[in-house]
């Protein structure tokens, strides 16, 4: 039976899961992890790839990762030639070390992009390994605010809108009733777009909205994105177009993608 083409993201940012062959133990001692780590350092600089987030479990890992020039799969397949040769030579063994072909997610909502960076983080508290995310040693919650030579919190801090890092490293996100963006289980109406739109920014329209600084109408954009609010809402209730609201939430530049119909 022919294989599943990978679904590809037009953030390119996607959530991969690699597990141990038999669901057999990919770290023996503390000297794999780091060796990982510096496999994944190596493999990030080769292809320029960019990592948001990261958690080494026993026996299988979590990443999510922004690809550039290079495809996921390339990506992934040198992360674990590399690191499944070092640990064969290591441990005097052959034949595959992690299981079957890399699961990947890709990540196009800013809601589920939350969503994920907390369920990486909170993997070993589920697990039972720890009470806390950030004193799990092999997580990048742990490394959240220090100086890293494997996360880029700088891209990670740009793709989630102010202040709510903060929050989500403590395990929390704003009270709902405190933010300009509520969060609302059903699908969103036009007319509620236009309502959180005035309530983030005060723009009653269009016209108001495309007078606003370029940094104001990005985070509008992310704060909806947030929400699950769709490109075309957006779109229709800022008048600017799909592409340029995609654009501008992929680039984070929303003043030179604007375009006011």
Request: hydrophobic share 40%; net charge positive.
């Amino acid at each position: 039976m022919p294989r599943r083409a990978r679904q590809l993201a037009e953030t390119g940012i996607y959530h991969v899961m690699l597990r141990g062959v038999n669901r057999d133990v990919l770290f023996l001692e503390p000297d794999d992890y780091d060796r990982f780590l510096v496999t994944l350092r190596v493999v990030r600089d080769a292809s320029e790839c960019r990592v948001l987030a990261y958690c080494l479990m026993p026996n299988h890992v979590h990443l999510v990762l922004r690809t550039t020039r290079e495809p996921i799969g390339a990506v992934i397949k040198r992360l674990g030639v590399r690191y499944s040769g070092w640990f064969n030579r290591k441990y005097g063994r052959v034949g595959h070390l992690f299981q079957d072909r890399f699961k990947s997610l890709a990540v196009e909502d800013d809601g589920y992009f939350v969503t994920l960076i907390r369920y990486v983080w909170n993997n070993p508290v589920e697990a039972g390994l720890v009470d806390r995310p950030e004193q799990f040693r092999w997580s990048s919650r742990r490394e959240l605010g220090r100086a890293t030579s494997i996360v880029d919190e700088h891209e990670l801090r740009r793709l989630i809108p102010p202040g709510n890092l903060e929050e989500l490293a403590d395990g929390r996100l704003s009270d709902p009733q405190e933010s300009p963006f509520p969060v609302q289980a059903t699908r969103h109406t036009d007319s509620q777009v236009r309502e959180l739109v005035c309530r983030a920014c005060g723009a009653l329209g269009p016209v108001t909205f495309a007078s606003l600084p370029a940094a104001t109408r990005l985070d509008v954009i992310r704060g909806l994105r947030m929400r699950s609010v769709s490109y075309a809402q957006i779109a229709r209730a800022t008048g600017m177009s799909i592409s340029s609201v995609r654009r501008a939430h992929i680039s984070g530049q929303a003043g030179s993608a604007s375009e006011v119909a």
